[in-house]
């Protein structure tokens, strides 16, 4: 894969994370929304993991 393929390949990934990450805290009104319940307590992890997979994304790519 040449590398202005694969710069485009990360970029769509990250564009996919982040709209995840977008989605998942739309049901978010405040910060007890994360640890009043379990269900939002998944949101959370999911949210992080989201992030992660972006962070992850850049610092190997650079």
Not at 8 to 32: T, Y
Request: with cysteine; hydrophobic share 40%.
């Amino acid at each position: 894969m040449r590398d202005n393929e694969l710069i485009l390949e990360i970029l769509h990934q990250i564009q996919e994370s982040a709209q995840k990450v977008i989605q998942r805290f739309q049901i978010i009104s405040k910060p007890n929304d994360f640890t009043d319940t379990s269900n939002g307590v998944e949101k959370m992890d999911a949210i992080c993991m989201m992030l992660i997979v972006i962070g992850e994304s850049l610092k190997n790519h650079q």
